[in-house]
């Protein structure tokens, strides 16, 4: 039921984004009569419409880790960076495109429906869950290659930051030092700016983490949200300069 909660939670605040961008050239007559009978209504409903337009927008794209699986969407990491900016003077909207279950490949085949609108700042938080099932690591580097490329083709302006992953070596040391390295070689080809990995003081930790042991519990995505603020702030900097 947590997991229903959260991925309709998600879902209702990622399509209300989405709306807000794709009434932009809606006019019908109806629409029309009403603002000329309400004008000043009409009119203040207009300027906050052009206020939220022009705010800045980072857009967390991933799995349940973003999604903050387990947890009110408040608690999530991508709520808590949000809070982290507005106290420091940043005016931007968070928007949570995190998908509990997500693939690299699942990533790819709604990249683009998410991306209807432009962002300023999109960070890139996939691949745990191909790792976790074995999913070739070629495979995976080919999706966020894509996913990356469909960033830079929609959204050109915006900064892309890349969360790297860490899994443990069930699947042999080989696979998951590849899989590790997958990030790093990513980031380096498309000068990303590179979170080295997500999980920093929070994977592996009993008392951090949920009983599943995979999904952080509010406290852990406190350190998420540190880890992830420490390398995200300096992107906001430079975009204000």
């Known amino acids: 039921m947590n997991l229903l909660k959260n991925k309709l939670s998600h879902k209702v605040l990622l399509g209300a984004w989405l ?31 052009s206020a939220s337009e022009k705010k800045k927008t980072i857009l967390f794209f991933g799995n349940s880790l973003t999604a903050g699986y387990g947890l009110d969407p408040a608690e999530a990491f991508p709520a808590l960076v949000g809070e982290k900016a507005k106290a420091a003077g940043y005016d931007y909207q968070v928007v949570n495109a995190g998908s509990s279950g997500e693939t690299t490949a699942g990533g790819k ?7 209807r609108k432009p962002v300023d700042v999109f960070v890139l938080e996939l691949g745990g869950n191909d790792g976790l099932r074995g999913i070739p690591i070629k495979d995976s580097q080919k999706n966020l290659q894509a996913i990356i490329d469909t960033v830079r083709q929609k959204s050109p302006q915006a900064q892309i930051v890349l969360a790297g992953m860490q899994i443990p070596p069930n699947l042999g ?35 951090l983490n949920q009983p599943d042991g995979i999904h952080p519990t509010a406290e852990g995505h406190k350190i998420v949200a540190e880890n992830v603020w420490k390398v995200l702030e300096p992107v906001l900097q430079k975009q204000q300069l």
């Open 19 to 49: 709306l807000m961008s794709s009434m932009a050239g809606c006019n019908s007559k109806t629409e029309t009569n009403q603002a000329q009978e309400e004008k000043p209504a009409a009119t203040a409903s207009q300027s906050e419409k």
């Open 109 to 115: 085949s709604r990249i683009s429906w998410v991306l």
């Open 173 to 207: 040391p080989d696979y998951s030092e590849q899989f590790k390295a997958m990030y790093t070689d990513l980031a380096d080809k498309n000068k990303l700016t590179l979170i080295p990995f997500l999980l920093e003081n929070v994977g592996g930790i009993r008392k």
